[in-house]
């Protein structure tokens, strides 16, 4: 007997048996005498808390909620940030700020969110990378945000798709706002690593008629921020029995030798604007309309140095590696290449990455609702594109021969420093660049219909409808020979670089800059006609997924007990195409290579939610699921994606089943005293169809053979690689791989001391997750704690906001590289509000005080992959309300 089902089939019957039950008896009478009793009526920190806790009381699924005054209250430059005191919620700050996030130590790409109950379209934004079904909240300014819900249990009514949690953001509505209300904001944001800061702004507009029945708000935000992430990289370790020219003296020979120590700085200037608009229309208590516009224009462009000497790069040919330095942990911390031999074998490489990344977001949503005494209907279309349409990335990449030392801790010593630091030294006779084009494209498409019969009975309320949301992604590169070759003293450079942490021979070296790299490429005979094959054809793919579903669900209440039982069913169709081909690519028949593959799967998803409230200020919960969660877009499709300097790469699998899992939450809450409550949760989640990740060797062909031919000449012999172009990559896809289990809890407290003006919030989350293999799951850390202390009294607001998250496993730093772990991390941020009168306040905010270092390592911290750092973050902002 399968134990798991039984759990669930078990809790979904009593769910039914409960209702079922109370519906043969008399609803206890209530009364809201209790309701309408004089309350003081609390604003600014402590009144959002308290909307928040309602909210979070209120709901029958176990969730947490933070409004309006939270999200602006928190240091907050994005969504994300606002989000990072919420229990069970954690961030991964690759680039010094939230982007995605982890519900109840579950991966980000899990967890779907939706703005006003739709889906919103995300075109990537970063060179390489490939589309993700977690929402990046770099997308939305936190201002046009009123209520944001964290569910962890599942509804039937909910759309399907998230295995962690789901995340309902709802915008402010012009009903619920002033007449002529305006709410402004100007304010400026330094970084203190790059030196310079930016400006920002935001306007709110509403308007409603007398009746209070037609209403327009309108809101627009421009954000800017300096990004600068400095830091040492390591692309991947080979055996040191593979550098047959290094002493052995004392060597292991599986001794772990660092491939490369690079300095990498990625320089950025973030740009967001955009606009929401909603219109509201509710000429009677029953019927009500709203249409909503949102637009959002961003720029990424970015400029990434990397100075490095690849070590495999035939390690057999004298001088390439001569010497190797035995340190502890198995691991070569040092070394030398150039031999009094061959003083000329050592090699640096230089990579300058000038990208120019524009994403434009655009969304049309209609919503219409009509409640009688006993029927009601609601209904919900639109259309959401996201398009990122010429992710262009100019590319050179001069080399240095000469010879060199290098330490993992600080990076390479060259022998003759001034030949390093002179640019006639930096280039290439053969080849020196290109340019390459990404095109990506996310559209979706939704409908939906729902409707309620109340009744007169416990249960309250039946609830049923149908959904349907057609997603298309597309995605192409195109990548350009016909850079001119030549020397950094032709290219130009703009002085030296100032990269922390390195020796002064590796942290100071050349800089060329941007505007000298992209002049370089837009002077040269670039051959637009002629797209290289292979990049193309291992990088161009199509994915189309058409989900409908329908739903029915029960809502009951009695005295005591409330909640939902329901059913949901959902049909799948997903057709992935790619280009499949073998031998040596061409740009011939491309329809003939194009494929698609077509998989169709279905699913009855039930749900239970049951509150249990005895009416003493405790609440105490249960909800059982069962719920599913499909792969990122990309690992869907029959496509490959290559590195050709590293041999590595990462490919789709078209074959993919999604996520299924059994989610089983429990929990109690006592809300003790006004805007304060304890609560206690615990989360089990059974994973069927676990998608794991691994490497195998697969014989690709290396477009490096036509693209620079010197370098080719190097490669041929080592890593199998042939003189007809084929190289052994090791090429990481996703697989079906089993199961997995995720089990953890929840502790939060929340309390305002009385009328001090102090109080404080705080949680602890535990998760405890592994997959059938015993490999942890991505992104899941074991212990996560947030404590946010604040004090408001008259118009002077403090509050401090410290997030710390345990080690957890992360995705790799190069395509197809194994996946890296990142270290514990600690965020600590702080604001500092003054409130002049009821129109005028300042505030002044803080982030990242402690200068955290995001460290990646392989496996153990002897064996680091990355160490980075982005700086602290400052702003300060005027608001205005009238």
């Known amino acids: 007997m399968n134990t798991r089902k039984s759990v669930l089939s078990a809790a979904i019957t009593l769910g039914l048996c409960v209702a079922a039950q109370a519906q043969a008896q008399q609803t206890a009478p209530t009364s809201d005498a209790a309701t309408d009793l004089d309350r003081v009526v609390v604003t600014g920190i402590r009144g959002s808390l308290e909307k928040s806790l309602d909210t979070k009381r209120n709901n029958d699924t176990i969730s947490e909620a933070i409004t309006a005054e939270d999200i602006g209250k928190f240091p907050n430059t994005n969504v994300a940030e606002a989000m990072s005191q919420i229990p069970g919620v954690s961030l991964d700050r690759r680039f010094g700020q939230g982007e995605r996030v982890s519900i109840d130590g579950t991966d980000p790409s899990l967890n779907l969110t939706f703005l006003d109950g739709r889906p919103v379209a995300q075109a990537i934004w970063l060179y390489g990378e490939q589309p993700n079904r977690g929402f990046d909240y770099t997308l939305l300014a936190p201002q046009i945000l009123g209520r944001l819900e964290v569910i962890k249990s599942s509804e039937a009514r909910l759309p399907e798709g998230s295995l962690g949690g789901t995340v309902l953001m709802h915008t402010r509505q012009p009903l619920d706002l002033d007449t002529n209300e305006i709410a402004a904001s100007i304010g400026y944001s330094y970084n203190d690593q790059a030196g310079s800061g930016a400006p920002n702004a935001s306007l709110l507009y509403s308007w409603k008629n007398p009746a209070e029945t037609l209403g327009v708000a309108v809101s627009a935000q421009h954000y800017e921020e300096k990004v600068d992430r400095q830091g040492l990289e390591v692309f991947g370790y080979a055996p040191a029995s593979t550098f047959t020219n290094a002493a052995a003296a004392g060597l292991d020979p599986d001794a772990m030798v660092p491939n490369s120590i690079n300095a990498a700085w990625f320089q950025q200037e973030r740009k967001r604007d955009s606009a929401v608009l909603n219109l509201q229309l509710k000429p009677t208590d029953a019927l009500e309309f709203k249409l909503q516009g949102l637009y959002i224009r961003e720029n990424f462009d970015n400029y990434n140095q990397s100075l490095y000497s690849f070590l495999t790069w035939n390690p057999g040919t004298i001088g390439a590696v001569d010497r190797l330095d035995q340190g502890p942990n198995g691991v070569v911390v040092g070394g030398h290449s150039g031999s009094n031999a061959d003083p000329d074998g050592g090699t640096v490489i230089y990579d300058n990455n000038v990208r120019e990344s524009e994403v434009t977001t655009k969304g049309l949503d209609l919503r219409g609702a009509w409640q009688g005494d006993i029927w009601g209907i609601a209904a919900q279309v639109g259309r959401s594109k996201s398009d990122n349409t010429n992710l262009a990335q100019y590319f050179i990449e001069p080399v240095y021969n000469g010879g060199f030392s290098w330490h993992i801790d ?186 698609t593959r077509t998989s169709k799967e279905d699913f009855l998803l039930p749900s239970v939610n049951l509150v249990l409230d005895p009416g003493n200020d405790w609440l105490f919960r249960f909800a059982a699921a069962k719920v599913i969660a499909w792969a990122p877009y990309n690992q869907l499709v029959n496509n490959t994606f290559l590195n050709d300097t590293t041999l590595t790469g990462a490919g789709g699998n078209a074959e993919l089943s999604p996520y299924e899992s059994t989610n089983l939450n429990l929990s109690a809450e006592w809300y003790f005293a006004p805007q304060s409550a304890l609560a206690a949760s615990i989360f089990y989640k059974d994973i069927d169809n676990y998608i794991d990740t691994s490497a195998t060797i697969e014989r690709q062909y290396n477009s ?38 995720v089990k ?105 005080l402690l200068d955290e270092e995001y460290f990646q390592y392989l496996g153990e911290k002897h064996m680091p992959a990355g160490r980075y750092h982005t700086g602290r973050r400052y702003m300060a902002t005027l608001h205005m309300r009238f």
């Open 744 to 848: 953890g809890l929840n502790l939060s407290y929340q309390q305002a001391f009385g009328e001090s003006g102090f109080g404080l919030t705080t949680n602890y989350t535990y998760a405890d997750g592994e997959n059938n293999t015993g490999n942890p799951l991505p992104y899941q850390s074991e212990h996560s704690v947030a404590l946010s202390p604040y004090y408001e009294q008259g118009p002077l607001s403090v509050r401090l906001s410290y997030n710390w998250r345990d080690s957890y496993l992360a995705g790799g730093y190069v395509a197809g590289a194994a996946p890296a772990s990142v270290d514990d991390y600690a965020e600590l941020g702080a604001s500092i509000g003054w409130r002049f009168n009821d129109n005028w306040s300042i505030a002044v905010d803080a982030q990242n």
């Open 704 to 741: 490096i053979r036509d693209n620079d031919p010197r370098a080719w000449e190097d490669l041929v012999g080592s890593n199998g690689c042939t003189a007809d172009g084929y190289c052994d990559y090791s090429i990481a896809r996703p697989r079906n791989a089993g199961g997995g289990k």
């Open 410 to 595: 600080d990076g390479i010593r060259f022998d003759d420093p001034e030949a390093a630091r002179d640019p006639g030294n930096w280039g290439s006779n053969g080849w020196l660049g290109n340019n390459g084009i990404f095109s990506t494209e996310s559209e979706n498409r939704y409908g939906q219909l729902d409707f309620n019969v109340r009744l007169p009975g416990v249960i309250s309320m039946l609830r049923f409808g149908a959904r349907q949301v057609k997603q298309e992604e597309r995605f192409a590169l195109n990548v350009y020979g016909g850079v001119n070759t030549g020397f950094l003293d032709e290219v130009g450079t703009i002085g030296l670089t100032d990269i922390r942490g390195f020796h002064p021979d590796h942290g100071h070296h050349l800089q060329v800059g941007r505007d000298n790299v992209i002049d370089w490429i837009r002077n040269s005979p670039i051959d637009y006609n002629n797209p290289d094959p292979a990049s193309y054809l291992n990088n161009t793919w199509a994915l189309e997924q058409t989900n409908t579903a329908g739903y029915v669900q029960a809502d009951f209440s009695t005295g005591l007990l409330r909640g939902n039982v329901g059913l949901r069913y959902v049909e799948s169709k997903i057709d992935g195409s790619g280009f499949v081909y073998s031998g040596t690519p061409t740009l011939d028949d491309l329809d003939s290579k194009w494929q």
